[in-house]
């Protein structure tokens, strides 16, 4: 078990190695960002896993802007217009006083869009990081991830797909608070995703606004239970501290896989069921023993619609922010 906590915004650099630093004069940056999802059941707005998914991004000066994409959605994340990174980088920089300085992208895209799997969090951090270097605004890591939650409205993903591991993180006037926990289990993840996106916004209409205090205590202590076994490498912890009654229970209609996947917690493996972020995939918690393959099968056959089934591990590392001189 290892644990790396920051308590204050202004400790949260301590999970990087000084080599990946994001600012500079360098010609290059290059970005690797994970994967996250968040919630895990219980932990709204506060528990988040990195994934081993990422989004890569290598960019450069050039005359104007341009973007290639290769993986998932690459037709999303090569578009000029209505382009979240670009609109991230873009007034971030505005707003900062900073020149735009138009730039060459790459990006390979593992993380699926839309699919409750951290993709936002990954472009906003994205696009924070490119301003910071391409602008020169000096700020340091545990900046960019205010920033970057601030943008989100919540700090969950940003601090898990930031920092790796296990997060649990708030913010507290534009600071982010954050603890870092490595589970020593390995266990994987498998993610069920399907074919309908679902946007966060919409995902959130759905939710009362208000708990009873009965249902607010019974989240609470499955989501410590839930952070003490992923400390402790507990996995038969795991069915019931990833219950929830804050959100899971209204969104079944929206994400109809739901029903379905939750009674497979305990069962050929696996250790726990949730909605990943807000929907519309699930994230089963997999113990490394188990056969993937048999897994796979079982979920295959509780499925109520066509789903892509990921097979992925948990995240150690932070994410990777590294400058680099271009060769000639």
Avoid at 19 to 37: C, I, M, Q, V, W
Avoid at 247 to 263: A, D
Avoid at 279 to 308: F, K, N, R, T, Y
Wanted: charged share 15%; net charge negative; aromatic share 4%.
């Amino acid at each position: 078990m290892s644990l790396v906590q920051t308590g204050p915004a202004s400790s949260v650099a301590d999970g990087f190695s000084k080599s990946n630093e994001t600012s500079g004069t360098k010609d290059r940056l290059h970005l690797r960002l994970p994967a996250t999802s968040a919630n895990l059941g219980p932990g709204f707005d506060t528990l988040a896993l990195s994934l081993t998914l990422a989004l890569e991004i290598d960019a450069a000066p050039a005359p104007e802007f341009s973007l290639k994409a290769t993986g998932r959605n690459p037709d999303v994340c090569s578009a000029l217009r209505r382009n979240l990174l670009l609109d991230v980088y873009q007034k971030t920089l505005a707003g900062n006083g900073a020149a735009v300085v138009p730039l060459s992208l790459d990006i390979h895209n593992q993380v699926p869009i839309g699919m409750g799997c951290g993709s936002s969090a990954a472009v906003r951090l994205g696009g924070v990081a490119l301003a910071n270097h391409f602008g020169k605004l000096g700020w340091s890591r545990e900046q960019i991830l205010n920033e970057a939650s601030r943008l989100e409205g919540h700090p969950d993903n940003a601090a898990a797909c930031w920092l790796g591991g296990l997060t649990v993180a708030c913010l507290e006037d534009g600071h982010v608070h954050a603890v870092k926990i490595l589970p020593d289990t390995g266990w994987r993840v498998l993610l069920v995703t399907p074919e309908k996106p679902l946007a966060t916004t919409a995902a959130r209409l759905v939710l009362p606004a208000s708990y009873s205090r009965e249902d607010t205590v019974y989240n609470l202590q499955r989501a410590c239970l839930l952070t003490a076994a992923f400390a402790a490498g507990r996995g038969d912890l795991l069915q019931v501290a990833m219950q929830d009654r804050m959100h899971q229970p209204f969104r079944g209609e929206i994400c109809p896989l739901l029903p379905g996947l939750m009674p497979l917690a305990g069962k050929a493996g696996i250790l726990g069921v949730a909605l990943s972020g807000a929907g519309p995939s699930i994230l089963l918690m997999i113990d490394g023993d188990s056969p993937i393959a048999a897994v796979q099968a079982l979920v295959s056959g509780c499925l109520s619609e066509p789903a892509e089934l990921i097979d992925c591990g948990i995240e150690t590392s932070p994410a990777v922010v590294e400058a680099v001189v271009a060769t000639k």
